[in-house]
């Protein structure tokens, strides 16, 4: 049974920096792509992240591209979204996901396995 936790939210000031990872168990780590998704209020859930399963390729929604960092570490079975310069308006629940294959897509459908979430809110 794969299950993924998510960690590292919370509330920081604009400008701010927050560290999330996501601890998989289960399956084997090192074959799937893993994302990062997040969804606010009323709205929904949106693709921020992606990395293949080397680590080799890693993509950004345009909105974060630039301030925000997608690393894995196989040998813990670890993913990370380093998230800098944050803004009023990544305030969201962050979850992470494991795709069905090895380089994923931008789409939620694709992800087979989702975290919790975890919370992280910007003040400006």
């Known amino acids: 049974q794969v299950q993924l936790v998510e960690s590292g939210g919370g509330l920081v000031q604009a400008g701010g920096s927050l560290r999330l990872s996501c601890a998989a168990s289960?399956?084997?780590?090192?074959?799937?792509?893993m994302g990062w998704f997040r969804q606010a209020p009323g709205k929904a859930r949106e693709f921020v992240a992606r990395?293949?399963?080397?680590?080799?390729?890693?993509y950004y929604s345009d909105s974060v591209k630039g301030r925000f960092t997608v690393s894995r570490d196989n040998a813990k079975n670890t993913v990370y979204l380093q998230m800098d310069s944050l803004k009023p308006e990544d305030t969201a629940v962050y979850y992470c996901?494991?795709?069905?294959?090895?380089?994923?897509?931008?789409?939620?459908?694709?992800?087979?396995?989702w975290g919790q979430g975890t919370q992280v809110t910007v003040s400006s």
């Open positions: 289960g399956g084997t780590f090192s074959s799937y792509a």
């Open positions: 996901g494991r795709s069905r294959g090895s380089r994923g897509t931008n789409y939620a459908t694709e992800y087979l396995y």
């Open positions: 990395i293949s399963k080397t680590g080799s390729s890693t």
